[in-house]
């Protein structure tokens, strides 16, 4: 049974920093794609930054372009969304899913929260001063 779980959020104030880091187990973080979404208080969960089992190709929403940016490290298991200039628009609980997309390219992923199939707990992220 494949296991994800968040970690890395916190307070900051704006234009600061974080890195929220997505740990797998119980199998090979090579098999699948991972996704990052967030929900803020009142709203829906939307995505923020998808990469590929091959790391060749990542997605970011539009609100985070140029801010955010989504890594992995296959040999630790890991995925990593570096967030900086945080806004306070930024805050919510921040998920990491991860799915194996067996139908489509090591270069795919989704910004769909509904096509993930594994989900951690989440991470709280608030931005503040």
């Known amino acids: 049974q494949l296991q994800v779980v968040e970690s890395g959020g916190g307070l900051v104030q704006p234009g600061g920093s974080l890195r929220l880091s997505c740990a797998v187990s119980?199998?090979?973080?090579?098999?699948?794609?991972i996704g990052w979404f967030r929900q803020a208080p009142g709203k829906g969960r939307e995505g923020v930054s998808c990469i590929s089992k091959s790391g060749s190709r990542t997605n970011y929403a539009d609100s985070v372009k140029g801010r955010f940016t989504i890594s992995r490290d296959n040999a630790k298991n890991t995925v990593y969304l570096q967030m900086n200039d945080l806004k306070p628009e930024d805050t919510a609980v921040y998920y990491c899913?991860?799915?194996?997309?067996?139908?489509?390219?090591?270069?795919?992923?989704?910004?769909?929260?509904?096509?993930?199939?594994?989900w951690g707990q989440g991470t709280q992220v608030t931005v503040t001063s």
């Open positions: 119980g199998r090979s973080l090579n098999l699948y794609v």
């Open positions: 899913a991860a799915d194996a997309f067996l139908l489509y390219p090591d270069t795919y992923c989704s910004p769909s929260r509904d096509d993930y199939a594994h």
